[in-house]
């Protein structure tokens, strides 16, 4: 239901209300905040796996070590991205640890807590392709590149969510891989990887290995049923998608 007739000159179409567009910006809102909320489960579990994995793996300071990311440079813009969140801190843990101690980092499970989770995506991206990043990805039952893919897309909506952008009918700039084999049941074939339905089927196949007991599609169908005049097509949503295994 996009209500514009020209974005240019920002005129509307014949019989456009304000009620109209009042539902839009009401859907909007509760879609965010649903994703936004759902976002931030996945964002503590991939904090948890990075850096555990990669402490029992490596040592317990493999983020700050350049040996173990294929791009240097790359990586100590991320290191110093990742030092400023460090220093803006008052978590309690920090702080002792800044009073105790004259490392320039905290061991990664106290350093990774206060990294945002762009600069999460960021690391991932940039260590090495190994056994151990692919045993991160594996940990969601997808490859390491499509799970690169993904954390990617999925931080750049977080964004969308977090400064009230708009997102139910937006086309994503940044676009994820459609995987070739998944651990779990996800789409039986591709869909729109620019359309938000496609990132909210990301969301919910990591959901069920996070909290295989996710209430997440009973709200999301919830919310799309007290928005029937929401064009769901517009949102990349293929007909039928309910019946997919992925929302079961």
């Known amino acids: 239901m996009p209500l514009m007739?020209?974005?240019?000159?920002?005129?509307?179409?014949?019989?456009?209300?304000?009620?109209?567009?009042?539902?839009?910006?009401?859907?909007?809102?509760?879609?965010?905040?649903?994703?936004?909320?759902?976002?931030?489960?996945?964002?503590?579990s991939i904090r948890t796996?990075?850096?555990?994995?990669?402490?029992?793996?490596?040592?317990?300071?493999?983020?700050?070590?350049?040996?173990?990311?294929?791009?240097?440079?790359?990586h100590a813009a991320t290191l110093a991205n990742l030092k400023t969140e460090l220093d803006r801190s008052d978590d309690d843990q920090i702080l002792r640890f800044k009073n105790t101690y004259?490392?320039?980092?905290?061991?990664?499970?106290?350093?990774?807590?206060?990294?945002?989770?762009?600069?999460?995506?960021?690391?991932?991206?940039?260590?090495?392709?190994?056994?151990?990043?692919?045993?991160?990805?594996?940990?969601?039952?997808?490859?390491?590149?499509?799970?690169?893919?993904?954390?990617?897309?999925?931080?750049?909506?977080?964004?969308?969510?977090?400064?009230?952008?708009r997102l139910w009918n937006k086309t994503l700039r940044i676009q994820p891989l459609f995987p070739k084999r998944t651990a779990h049941a996800f789409l039986s074939s591709p869909v729109r990887s620019d359309?938000?339905?496609?990132?909210?089927?990301?969301?919910?196949y990591l959901l069920k290995t996070v909290n295989p007991s996710t209430t997440f599609p009973l709200r999301l169908k919830a919310l799309l049923a007290e928005h029937l005049n929401v064009d769901i097509n517009a949102m990349g949503f293929m007909k039928d998608w309910d019946k997919e295994a992925l929302w079961h």
């Open 5 to 44: 007739d020209d974005k240019v000159l920002h005129t509307f179409k014949s019989g456009t209300t304000f009620e109209q567009a009042f539902e839009l910006y009401k859907f909007d809102s509760r879609l965010r905040k649903l994703v936004a909320s759902e976002l931030e489960k996945i964002e503590v």
């Open 49 to 74: 796996q990075m850096a555990y994995i990669l402490a029992d793996e490596i040592d317990i300071y493999w983020f700050s070590d350049s040996i173990n990311f294929a791009n240097p440079i790359k």
């Open 102 to 165: 004259s490392d320039p980092f905290p061991p990664a499970w106290m350093t990774l807590e206060v990294a945002s989770f762009g600069t999460l995506s960021m690391l991932f991206k940039l260590l090495k392709p190994n056994l151990t990043k692919r045993k991160i990805a594996g940990f969601y039952g997808v490859s390491d590149s499509v799970f690169e893919s993904w954390l990617h897309s999925i931080v750049y909506v977080r964004n969308i969510c977090a400064h009230h952008s």
């Open 195 to 204: 359309r938000v339905y496609y990132v909210l089927c990301i969301i919910q």
